[in-house]
């Protein structure tokens, strides 16, 4: 069936020209709209692309996958689907639900199917879904950073079939680019902002401490109840345990914290101490988990608590 589409899909020569050039001043505006954009308003611009780019290429669905924290999957971030058209729920997995699609793409193909008839044998769950949904056309865009690939960029349609000719399927690919700057970008800026945010936490804190450097050396004696605690000491500071120091007021217990910290692998961190004891049940939440802006009286902030701030 041929589909109704606009010129630059169809390559219908009596228009062509006026749509290319249409297109390429579509792609410059997008572009432009996120040269001087904050951080927290890209992935809402994001959004305002994939419905633009959707509409003007009579495309009846765009979607923004981006690979998930651990690295090794797939997951959509942003799409957009004309009325009627089904949405892609927000739990899909690439590497799971289309795993030969996955592989594809983590590998840096681009994947351009005019029909399912196009899929290979080897892809068999790719095969089962578009026989169980409306499936037609569809590219998918490997988008990356630094040659690492950091996500894709995809279209698709389920009532007609598509030709991807080069000239589209290369300004997709620019197109693809473009995501992939700003994607970049908004990591790195959202990455610099919880820095910034956790180092002036621990600046916070840190203020309100008196900080001694205590340290192994520290802790003088000779009597074999000291040494075989400092032998202890030393077994369990480059260890990734908890540690419980038991003894009565006045024996040195935070002296003994602080040089199993000094020996530890955090040793490059700042080590946090607070006394339980002498919050009011009121304030021990709030000092130890952090509460967020209007959680109550007072909380005109958001602030961090000394579990998050110590990591």
């Known amino acids: 069936m041929e589909p109704q589409q606009n010129n630059i899909v169809n390559n219908n020569p009596s228009k ?17 709209k996120f040269i001087n954009l904050p951080w927290s308003q ?7 692309t994939l419905k633009t780019l959707v509409e003007f290429l009579k495309f009846e669905r765009g979607t923004l996958l981006e690979v998930s924290n651990s690295g090794d999957d797939l997951i959509v971030t942003h799409q957009f689907a004309q009325p009627g058209i089904r949405r892609t729920n927000g739990s899909y997995s690439s590497r799971e639900s289309v795993p030969w699609f996955h592989e594809q793409l983590m590998s840096g193909k681009t994947l351009i199917l005019t029909h399912p008839d196009d899929l290979p044998p080897e892809a068999v769950k790719e095969r089962e ?3 169980k949904v409306n499936f037609k056309s569809s590219i998918t865009i490997p988008i990356s950073a630094s040659g690492k690939i950091i996500g894709a960029l995809g279209f698709n349609t389920e009532t007609f079939d598509i030709k991807w000719y080069d000239d589209l399927v290369n300004r997709l690919k620019f197109i693809g680019d473009i995501f992939a700057t700003i994607i970049t970008r908004r990591n790195n800026e959202e990455r610099l902002q919880q820095l910034q945010e956790k180092l002036k936490a621990e600046n916070i804190i840190l203020k309100n401490e008196i900080t001694q450097d205590y340290t192994f050396d520290n802790i003088i ?27 009565e007021t006045g024996v040195g217990k935070q002296l003994f914290a602080y040089a199993i910290h000094s020996l530890s692998k955090r040793n490059d961190h700042p080590m946090f101490k607070i006394n339980c004891a002498a919050l009011s049940p009121t304030l021990i939440e709030s000092e130890l988990f952090g509460h967020e802006k209007g959680a109550f009286t007072g909380a005109d902030k958001i602030v961090k608590g000394r579990f998050e701030v110590a990591d």
């Open 16 to 32: 062509y020209l006026e749509e290319i050039l249409e297109f390429e001043k579509m792609i410059s505006e997008l572009s432009s």
């Open 42 to 48: 890209i992935d809402e611009e994001i959004d305002n």
């Open 129 to 131: 879904l578009s026989s």
């Open 221 to 247: 004696g000779k009597s074999d109840t000291l040494n075989y605690v400092l032998y202890r000491v030393q077994q369990v500071a480059p260890t990734n345990t908890t540690v419980l120091i038991e003894g």
